[in-house]
């Protein structure tokens, strides 16, 4: 464990793990373990053994390797045990699992009157036929009704509803879970309650469509009636998009694959069963970009699936052609931008100037790389030799753009200011004066100048005919990464 950064002082050394023991709560023995399945037990057991050990070897994959069981299985059976008050999932994915102490079932309740419960407690005995509700269940009905200020008959339906799901074997930590569940969504009264109720009821045509989709028999659990409202009242799917979702997954069919299908449409904006059928006629091809475009800026990803849907699919959706992409990459690697992250910024530069074709972007790099070059010239009249900068550009698109004065007068200023500490500096207010007396060619800057050497410098062509292969790595490094400084007007 670490706190603040440092390693903790003490730790268990593997073999003192080993030859320790793991306690097992009678109360889990008594009550709990006659319920479990054979697989239920070994995972109970094997993960309160977990707890004890160091985190490289507490892990997922440990326990699933060890104990032969699948991810899915596991979160089921963990999901079993939080419905009996065992554990807490702290978090599904990737999965997080605490053990909860069992001793608070047997703390002494809290004292209610009893008068004020007598015709609940009944009712609520009347519902359980088979075994008789202990004084803690009792008081853990008390409790939440007096946290969450439900009707009581309204708690009472909830009951009942989760019997007839689960069977009279079910418990309260599960009942209770429901309950906080819908007063989360507002329902507090009878009424509430039986509008939910003929929701889910509404919908029963529904679910047994997609169980069909999904290959299940029987009916479906409380927390899979949750999920298709979610998907058709909350995410706005239809039930054809719902099934054509469910068509498209590969292997084992569940409604938590089913959820993480459609929560990927759902962040893509892919909302119908056409749309659906579309992007999964793509998705190989989508996946084969992705390829090409990882292989160009250098980097690997085992699963495209997040590829796809963060980075390559919105490109496209953009309007940006497969092979401007590809380009974009390629012009990144040579600039050292190496991340699908850092492409994401150069492209999105590239959107916001309309550049979304090779030749678009080609042309704009022609462009900057020119004028770089004319850039150059004027840095190396000071007298020094180094690589343009964004403030060189940003004086430049000044001094050219804004004042109008032609390259060859912007040289000669920058050869009459040549040794001077702060040469831009010196630039300026030589051009400045220039300008405030009339100067605009070189014949004006020369007498100007009083009788300064001259300067055979002149304008560069401003072809656009060019190859990539031209550019050199320093010239597309300087041009990819002051990228974001340019402006609209730049182009």
């Known amino acids: 464990m670490r706190r603040g950064g440092r390693v903790s002082l003490a730790k268990f050394s593997s073999d003192f793990l080993i030859e320790s023991f793991t306690l097992v709560d009678n109360l889990f023995i008594n009550e709990h373990l006659p319920h479990c399945s054979e697989k239920q037990l070994k995972v109970y057991l094997y993960g309160l053994y977990m707890c004890s050990m160091p985190e490289r070897l507490n892990s997922l994959d440990e326990m699933c390797a060890t104990l032969d069981v699948g991810e899915a299985e596991l979160i089921s059976i963990y999901t079993d045990f939080e419905d009996a008050g065992l554990c807490r999932i702290l978090n599904r994915e990737p999965l997080e699992v605490a053990y909860c102490s069992l001793k608070r079932a047997m703390q002494p ?54 019997i007839d799901l689960k069977g009279e074997n079910v418990r309260y930590p599960y009942i209770l879970t429901v309950a906080r569940n819908w007063a989360s969504e507002g329902v ?89 059928k579309d992007f999964n006629a793509r998705r190989e091809h989508l996946n084969e970009l992705a390829v090409r475009i990882n292989k160009t800026i250098g980097v690997f990803y085992e699963s495209l699936d997040h590829v796809v849907e963060v980075y390559t699919s919105p490109w496209l959706n953009k309007g940006f052609s497969e092979d401007a992409l590809v380009t974009v990459a390629h012009y990144c690697f040579l600039s050292g931008i190496r991340t699908l992250e850092g492409m994401n910024g150069v492209v999105e530069k590239f959107y916001s100037q309309g550049l979304l074709t090779v030749d678009a972007i080609n042309a704009f790099i022609g462009k900057q790389v020119e004028q770089d070059a004319r850039i150059k010239k004027i840095v190396e009249a000071t007298g020094r030799d180094r ?92 041009v990819m990464v002051n990228i974001d400084e340019l402006e609209d007007d730049d182009l």
């Open 109 to 162: 309740p809290k004292k209610y009157k009893s008068e004020k419960w007598n015709d609940f407690n009944s009712e609520l005995q009347g519902l359980f036929h088979e075994r008789m509700l202990t004084p803690n269940e009792y008081n853990e009905y008390y409790s939440f009704l007096d946290s969450v200020r439900m009707d009581r008959d309204a708690l009472l339906m909830i009951v009942r509803y989760c």
């Open 188 to 276: 507090r009264t009878v009424a509430d309650v039986e509008k939910k109720l003929n929701e889910y009821e509404a919908q029963s045509e529904d679910m047994r469509a997609v169980l069909s989709a999904l290959g299940r028999k029987g009916g479906a659990e409380l927390e899979e009636k949750q999920m298709l409202t979610k998907w058709t009242r909350s995410w706005g799917f239809t039930l054809p998009a719902v099934l054509e979702a469910a068509a498209s997954l590969k292997g084992g069919k569940t409604f938590r694959k089913l959820d993480a299908r459609l929560d990927e449409f759902y962040r893509m904006s892919v909302f119908s069963a056409e749309e659906m």
């Open 387 to 478: 690589a343009v900068t964004a403030s060189d550009r940003n004086y430049y698109k000044t001094w050219s753009g804004v004042w109008g004065f032609a390259d060859e007068v912007i040289v000669y200023a920058a050869e009459l200011c040549g040794g001077r500490s702060y040469p831009a500096s010196a630039i300026n207010r030589l051009l400045s004066d220039w300008k405030a007396q009339g100067v605009r060619t070189l014949e004006d800057a020369k007498r100007a100048g009083a009788g300064a050497p001259q300067t055979s410098a002149s304008r560069p062509s401003s072809s656009k005919n060019f190859e990539e292969r031209d550019y050199t790595d320093e010239q597309i490094r300087s």
